[in-house]
Nanobody, 121 residues
Framework: QVQLVESGGGLVQAGGSLRLSCAAS????????MAWYRQAPGKQRELVAAITSGGSTNYADSVKGRFTISRDNAENTGYLQMNDLKPEDTGVYYC???????????????WGQGTLVTVSP
């Protein structure tokens, strides 16, 4: 069974830091783009950051300069380092990955279960 498992969420004060992890497991040949989305209470899910297999990144304007997305291709794991957190960063953070499965090379887009990040003033 192919799955994404996130970890690293929690409660932090404004100005603090958290590091989220997203581990992909199962019959995976490779991973194309990995991304982090978040959904604040009462709002739509939005893209926070994305990284291609080659390492190209893009960020939402609201997190540029504060968040860093990275990945370890050998471990099929993605990360989101979040610094200088603000109360408006509060929400459920979801990992998303475009997978190529083994041995079929079939494509599969997968979501993690989400991890809650709460930033207090």
């Amino acid at each position: 069974q192919v799955q994404l498992v996130e970890s690293g969420g929690g409660l932090v004060q404004a100005g603090g830091s958290l590091r989220l992890s997203c581990a992909a497991s199962g019959n995976i040949f490779s991973i194309n783009t990995m991304a982090w989305y978040r959904q604040a209470p009462g709002k739509q899910r939005e893209l926070v950051a994305a990284i291609t297999s080659g390492g190209s990144t893009n960020y939402a304007d609201s997190v540029k300069g504060r968040f860093t997305i990275s990945r370890d291709n050998a471990e099929n794991t993605g990360y989101l380092q979040m610094n200088d957190l603000k109360p408006e960063d509060t929400g459920v953070y979801y990992c998303n990955a475009d997978l190529v499965l083994a041995p079929t090379h079939r494509y599969l887009e997968l979501w993690g279960q989400g991890t809650l990040v709460t930033v207090s003033p």
